[in-house]
């Protein structure tokens, strides 16, 4: 066998093992959301037999006397305490209506569904943490951390122009992937700081930064140079995102949001799209993040670009304007939205 032939047999095989590796993950992925499945079915029947019997006045003793005797029964097997019989009641109870809800019951953990169940009060927000949670495969403690960021309110107002300048193959990715606002209370920075702080302290906190921009965002640098000519520019930073294919290039503002920061953002992209951006990679994006915006003004000057670019503020808490929830809009369209989540 000459070196040639060794090299591809080789290769066969490490693609043999790589295709078995894959299947076999495939069969426990399968396995553990059979189980879950199933326990989440025993859940809800359970709930629904202990709310039935809430109905018909049998008081609040019987829980805890179910509660005493299948952990007598069952000795060893979690899931059985006087809370957790009272959570699947809740659930049951607060989800049998809810048509949005029901065919999600299964999607996700029983643990994942307690802290939804119990952080969140309105099914649309629930909606969203439960279809994010099996989209983005978010772990316990992600997805309490994307609750307490906000990130459904963030989700429904971002602004950006990408419905208008992305492809329709990445363009609902591209809008989950902006939030409306970045909580960065990780850094420890005062109310006054420059860009070059902010910026110096989010590449110090690298790793929660990634999180609270979404887990698909990888980090490319910080002053990312790029050349026209003889004239250097730098990009605050510069992202790429796994699932979009693409570079995200930020711009950092510690003021208000102006017309004129479009336009640079837009000469950055096309100098990523002509000198940096691989062949099989899409156009690059672009986020503007400011500690204010007037929301009009953003959408005035989103409206006259043909470049991708999505607007957002900042925060060094996790606490929303008391306003925010004034700007949600109505219920149609944060339908719409949440379905989009479902589409790639």
């Not at 029947?45 to 029964?73: M, N, Y």
């Not at 939030?179 to 860009?195: A, Q, R, V």
């Not at 939205?337 to 790639?344: A, E, H, P, S, V």
Request: proline share 3%; charged share 25%; glycine share 4%.
């Amino acid at each position: 066998m000459n070196t040639n032939d060794l090299a591809l047999f080789e290769e066969l095989q490490l693609n043999f093992i790589t295709d078995i590796k894959q299947k076999i993950r495939q069969a426990q992925y399968e396995a553990m959301r059979s189980v879950n499945v199933q326990l989440i079915n025993l859940y809800w029947d359970i709930g629904e037999s202990i709310a039935k019997k809430q109905k018909e006045s049998w008081g609040k003793s019987v829980v805890p006397k179910l509660a005493e005797e299948l952990q007598k029964e069952f000795p060893g097997v979690g899931g059985f305490s006087e809370r957790n019989l009272w959570l699947m009641a809740q659930f049951y109870t607060e989800y049998q209506y809810a048509t949005n809800l029901q065919p999600l019951v299964a999607e996700i953990s029983w643990t994942k569904h307690v802290i939804i169940l119990n952080r969140c009060k309105d099914n649309l927000e629930r909606q969203f943490y439960i279809q994010a949670t099996k989209k983005f495969g978010w772990t316990k403690n992600v997805l309490i951390h994307q609750i307490e960021g906000k990130s459904y309110e963030k989700y429904l107002l971002n602004q950006t122009n990408f419905e208008q300048n992305l492809p329709e193959s990445i363009k609902n990715q591209a809008i989950l992937a902006v939030k409306d606002e970045y909580s960065f209370d990780f850094l420890n920075l005062g109310e006054e700081h420059s860009e070059n702080q902010l910026e110096t302290a989010l590449v110090n906190n690298i790793r929660a930064f990634l999180l609270e921009m979404n887990f698909q965002f990888a980090f490319v640098g910080n002053q990312f140079r790029v050349q026209v000519d003889d004239e250097e520019y730098f990009i605050d930073l510069l992202l790429y995102h796994r699932q979009l294919q693409c570079l995200v290039a930020i711009e950092l503002k510690v003021g208000k949001f102006i017309p004129e920061y479009k336009g640079k953002m837009e000469f950055y992209l096309s100098i990523l799209n002509d000198k940096v951006k691989l062949p099989n990679e899409n156009d690059a994006i672009g986020i503007i993040i400011c500690k204010e915006k007037n929301r009009t003004i953003v959408e005035y000057s989103l409206k006259t670009s043909n470049m991708p670019i999505g607007v957002a503020t900042y925060t060094t808490t996790n606490k929303l304007p008391e306003n925010y929830q004034n700007f949600l809009p109505d219920e149609e369209t944060i339908i719409k939205k949440l379905t989009d989540i479902t589409k790639y």
